[in-house]
T-cell receptor, first 111, second 114 residues
């Protein structure tokens, strides 16, 4: 369960709407970015990744956009469903397998 | 089929005790990791092992000692537990090579120190 004092940014969307979750990073040397989804009581689960030589990548209902100029990453979820409710993390690495995670965004889907 | 498994799922213990968390992966990966997730959901890497060798060791108190008996297992032993050690600990694994590979996470172990 969630702890008292949790201050995760929260995004509330209506079922069927599109969701956009944003992430800012600071490391100019970052060349690989990943979005993870973490449902309550579970470990993070890979959603989609993108390398720094791309600015857009699409998956099933998800799109990741990368703007290296302003060091910004976003995850777009089309036709958001109740099962999409979770905490979403962006992560980045400048090389190797050491991932640095962002603070996470709680997505709540309202019926 | 469980890819990355951890035991126990919950661990409640008193300050000063020593405890271990076990992790196993059946994905054939060469690299395994331990992460700590605090009460604000912040996720931070602690250690990484590649083929039983330590390759990442973040600023973690030396009360935490990872042990990798083989490349499919990475256990975490914690001595003299403190209140601040309360968190969810995640094990993860990935392939290793010239590129960067997706990390697969276990279900987590919620450690509560009283």
């Amino acid at each position: 369960g969630e702890s008292v004092g949790l201050h995760l940014p929260t995004l509330s969307v209506q079922e069927g709407d599109n969701s956009i979750i944003n992430c800012a990073y600071s490391n100019s040397a970052s060349d690989y970015f990943i979005w993870y989804k973490q449902e309550s009581g579970k470990g993070p689960q890979f959603i989609i990744d993108i390398r720094s030589n791309m600015d857009k990548r699409q998956g099933q209902r998800v799109t990741v956009l990368l703007n290296k100029t302003v060091k910004h990453l976003s995850l777009q979820i089309a036709a958001t469903q109740p099962g999409d409710s979770a905490v979403y993390f962006c992560a980045e690495t400048g090389g190797g397998n050491k991932l640095t995670f962002g603070t996470g965004t709680q997505l709540k889907v309202e019926l | 089929d469980t890819a990355v498994s951890q035991t126990p799922k919950y661990l409640v213990t008193q300050m000063g005790n020593d405890k271990s968390i076990k992790c196993e992966q059946n994905l054939g990966h060469d690299t395994m990791y331990w992460y700590k997730q605090d009460s604000k959901k912040f996720l931070k890497i602690m250690f990484s092992y590649n083929n039983k060798e330590l390759i990442i060791n973040e600023t973690v108190p030396n009360r935490f000692s990872p042990k990798s008996p083989d490349k499919a297992h990475l256990n975490l032993h914690i001595n003299s537990l403190e209140l601040g050690d309360s968190a969810v600990y995640f094990c993860a694994s990935s392939r290793q090579g010239s590129g960067i590979y997706e990390q697969y996470f276990g279900p987590g172990t919620r450690l509560t120190v009283t």
